[in-house]
């Protein structure tokens, strides 16, 4: 069965850096496309950012483009999510996930979802 395993988060101040990993079992990483989103307190499943299967096409939220950067190792089976220049607002669980898709805005509905990872920004 599809197995996502996330690592790597933790409290970090506001302007610092994560990265996290991802473990992907059970399917055939390479050729899926997978995604982070996230999971603020209190609110919804929203989209983060997504790679095709080979790893040449990303996609980003405009909330965090410009600061995040996707990337996988297919021959590790590996999703990674670099996270530069945090703000509060980027508090979550973050998850990877596969078969996701969009209910509206960045809200998003996922298939498989890992058991997810805590980022907390803070001052």
């Known amino acids: 069965q599809v197995q996502l395993v996330e690592s790597g988060g933790g409290l970090v101040q506001p302007g610092g850096s994560l990265r996290l990993s991802c473990a992907a079992s059970g399917f055939t990483f390479s050729f899926y496309a997978v995604n982070w989103v996230r999971q603020a307190p209190g609110k919804g499943l929203e989209w983060v950012s997504s790679?095709?299967?080979?790893?040449?096409?990303?996609y980003y939220s405009d909330s965090v483009k410009g600061r995040f950067t996707i990337s996988r190792d297919n021959a590790k089976n590996t999703l990674y999510l670099q996270m530069n220049s945090l703000k509060l607002e980027d508090t979550a669980v973050y998850y990877c996930?596969?078969?996701?898709?969009?209910?509206?805005?960045?809200?998003?509905?996922?298939?498989?979802w890992g058991q997810g990872t805590q980022v907390t920004v803070s001052s």
């Open positions: 790679v095709d299967s080979g790893g040449g096409s990303t």
């Open positions: 996930a596969k078969d996701c898709t969009v209910v509206s805005g960045t809200s998003v509905r996922c298939d498989y």
